[in-house]
């Protein structure tokens, strides 16, 4: 069965302005840092979730790999769980993302400015 919410979904990316824990890794986002915010309507009960861009951009890798459209992919809260049945950990998976991301900060730094 899908965890889909049922009526109203809604997916932006927010600037927190207090202390939140993610709700995948259970990491602090600071005050400040940008996060993923989704709300929806679940089995007749309103839910949100607060999620750090690291999480999101592993379970948005995870969504887009599925092979099954009706596959759903990892609940909020269970992407530890998902990836550990396919043999990886959350932590092991943020690192890489966490180094990608290093990469792609440098690259954009060391790229020249074009004149105008």
């Known amino acids: 069965m899908c965890d889909k919410p049922e009526c109203y979904n809604e997916i932006i990316v ?21 996060y993923q915010y989704v709300s929806g309507v679940w089995d007749r009960s309103p839910a949100s979730f607060k999620t750090c861009l690291v999480c999101a951009e592993i379970r948005n890798e995870e969504y887009a790999s599925l092979s099954d459209p009706r596959d759903c992919g990892p609940t909020f809260g269970g992407l530890d769980a998902w990836l550990r049945e ?22 954009a730094r060391q790229r020249p400015v074009r004149a105008l």
């Open 14 to 34: 927010r600037k927190a302005r207090k202390v939140h824990l993610c709700c995948e890794c259970r990491w602090p986002i600071e005050k400040g840092q940008a």
């Open 86 to 107: 396919g043999g990886a950990t959350l932590a092991e998976r943020r690192e890489e993302v966490m180094k990608v991301q290093k990469l792609r900060r440098e690259a």
